[in-house]
């Protein structure tokens, strides 16, 4: 059964997005926070994305950055996965691999688990995270030393037990990743 997660960078205070979007914030410079993003990219099979993040991040990489190694991994690993892109209507999917879900999604959701190959990965904004949050296996927080006050809520009102299974810390950044599983 393939397994799948929602992987989101979030502030102390729970939010994936400072006032006007502003993400600032998610840039320590710290390569092993960087090293975690890219081994999370090596073991999916897929990503699923919402029409917007999909629309937002497409440009960026395409031409992705290329300054480190790491970089250029992420790159090369961003552009080769295969992204299903959530939407109702009918987005632009140039940045392939790409199909878009969202017609049936219980049944493409049981499609993907019952596809037998590596993990998918949800890299969405807070709307699509709701949404799939019901299919998710696991969550994994990415948690930055910043409290931000306001901006996007990630889970909103959304009442959900949970059991920790892993957390590792990234000292030079403070930057901590929590991964938990449904429990009570």
Known sequence: MTEIFLSIQVSVDGYIAGPDGDLSWTDVGDDDVDE???????????????????????????DGPTERAVDREHTRLMNTVTKLVLSHGTPDLSWGPAERIGADLPAEMARLKDGGGRAVAVF??????????????????????????????????????????GAREFPASGVVQLRYRRGS
């Open 36 to 62: 975690l993003m890219a081994e999370q990219l090596r073991g999916i099979d897929a990503m699923i994305f919402g029409h917007t993040s999909y629309g937002l991040l497409a440009p960026y990489w395409q």
């Open 124 to 165: 969405a904004g807070a709307e699509t995270s709701r949404t799939l949050l019901p299919y998710v296996d696991e969550i994994r927080l990415v948690v930055y030393p910043v409290l931000l006050g306001s901006g996007l809520a990630l889970f909103g009102e959304r009442r959900q037990p949970l059991s920790l299974v």
